[in-house]
């Protein structure tokens, strides 16, 4: 059983960072692709981020494309977000997951985590 632990979430003003981390029990972290997703209060999960199992490629959405950025340690079996720039519709809920592709797809990823908030005050 794979278990996905993010943290790293809280509050921070517009303009500010936050890194989000992601530690992944099990031995097989690096044969997987990492996402990240989030979910804002009465909004639909949306795609954030993904990295390949080598870290060698990533995945952006727009809205975060040039403030966030995803990354690995495949020895800690962790993912990271880093999150700069912050705006306010940034608020959420962020969760990680695992995948077999380098995908955007919610039902492309099989565990996920419990997710952590994140909070942008204007």
């Known amino acids: 059983q794979v278990q996905l632990v993010e943290s790293g979430g809280g509050l921070v003003q517009a303009g500010g960072s936050l890194r989000l981390s992601c530690a992944a029990s099990?031995?097989?972290?690096?044969?997987?692709?990492m996402g990240w997703f989030r979910q804002a209060p009465g909004k639909e999960r949306e795609f954030v981020a993904a990295i390949s199992w080598s870290g060698g490629s990533t995945y952006y959405a727009d809205s975060v494309k040039g403030r966030f950025t995803i990354s690995r340690d495949n020895a800690k079996n962790t993912v990271y977000l880093q999150m700069n720039s912050l705006k306010p519709e940034d608020t959420a809920v962020y969760y990680c997951?695992?995948?077999?592709?380098?995908?955007?797809?919610?039902?492309?990823?099989?565990?996920w985590g419990q997710g952590t908030q994140v909070t942008v005050s204007s």
């Open positions: 997951a695992r995948s077999k592709l380098l995908g955007s797809r919610g039902y492309e990823y099989d565990y």
């Open positions: 099990g031995r097989t972290f690096s044969s997987y692709a």
